[in-house]
């Protein structure tokens, strides 16, 4: 194995978890994550050569991560069928870890009910802290498509979880 080939191997190593958490959140489902970061790593490996500097291969790959869950959004849909009797929980506990982890679920289901896009742009903004700029940089659309999609995004957690906390407030 050549130094280049080592190098690749050591950032999948070192990368692939934290590459994965993004591609979940992105995706929202475990199996279609993984897809996105095999689909990610392969590119990433095939352009291996070509990257100027080996540190930036994270960079890198997790910008074709964002491409291709674009390019997903550009395919045919197939209708996503959620549970009619959503209803997020009212109750507010203290420092419950039972009410913490039902919190979280809820959150997820909510996090499942947005598009693609809104999703993503979600991930970017308040999970990895990208400014809009940025985000729409690493998507390949315009500042006022994230600005609208997360808009809507926030909108519809705020309503389908009124009392969450962690929601940013209209306006930030």
């Known amino acids: 194995m050549d130094a280049r080939e080592a190098d690749y191997a050591h950032f999948v190593r070192a990368r692939s978890h934290a590459l994965l958490r993004s ?24 352009a291996w050569a070509r990257l100027e500097r080996p540190e930036h291969a994270e960079a ?10 674009v390019s997903f959004w550009r395919r045919p849909k197939v209708a ?10 009212q109750r507010r506990g203290t420092d419950d870890p039972a009410e913490a982890a039902v919190e979280r679920l809820v959150l997820r289901r ?4 947005l598009s693609a896009k809104q999703r993503a742009v979600i991930v970017l903004r308040f999970f990895e ?3 809009e700029v940025e985000a729409a940089q690493l998507l390949g659309v315009s500042v006022s498509t994230v600005k609208t999609q997360t808009a809507r995004a926030l909108d519809k957690l705020r309503a389908l ?8 407030e209209p306006g930030r």
């Open 80 to 89: 996503e069928v959620f549970p009619s009797d959503f209803e997020p929980d």
């Open 23 to 46: 591609a979940y959140l992105l995706t929202g489902d475990q199996h279609l994550a993984e897809d996105l970061v095999q689909e990610a790593l392969a590119r990433t490996h095939r």
């Open 110 to 113: 909510a996090l499942l009910t």
């Open 60 to 69: 890198y790959c997790r910008k074709v991560m964002y491409h291709a869950q």
């Open 129 to 131: 802290d990208h400014t």
């Open 161 to 168: 979880m009124p009392d969450a906390r962690m929601l940013p």
